[in-house]
């Protein structure tokens, strides 16, 4: 069985810092790209940011200069270092994996249970 677990959330005003973690865990053989996710009230989930297992990364244009993805492949965990946090970044944000079970077969797509940020003005 497959977890991901995100940590990292919270209140933060607005122009400040966060940092959040996900942690894959699990019988996983490998993992493609990771990426998150966000989804505001009343509004679609939408991709913030992804990073495949190259290194390769892909940001929302709302993002761009501001968050960073990185990951650690070794410890199968993704993170997002998020600065100059406006009010309209408050959200819950989803961790999501794209890995292998095992050397055959596809790949198969797991997501997080989430972490809120809210930024205040």
């Known amino acids: 069985q497959v977890q991901l677990v995100e940590s990292g959330g919270g209140l933060v005003q607005a122009g400040g810092s966060l940092r959040l973690s996900c942690a894959a865990s699990g019988s996983i053989f490998s993992i493609n790209a990771m990426g998150w996710y966000r989804q505001a009230p009343g509004k679609q989930r939408e991709l913030v940011a992804a990073?495949?297992?190259?290194?390769?990364?892909n940001y929302a244009d709302s993002v761009k200069g501001r968050f960073t993805i990185s990951r650690d492949n070794a410890k199968n965990t993704v993170y997002l270092q998020m600065n100059s946090l406006k009010p309209e970044d408050t959200a819950v944000y989803y961790c999501n994996a794209d890995l292998f079970l095992s050397v055959v077969g596809p790949s198969y797509d797991y997501w997080g249970q989430g972490t809120q940020v809210t930024v205040s003005s």
């Open positions: 990073i495949t297992s190259g290194g390769r990364t």
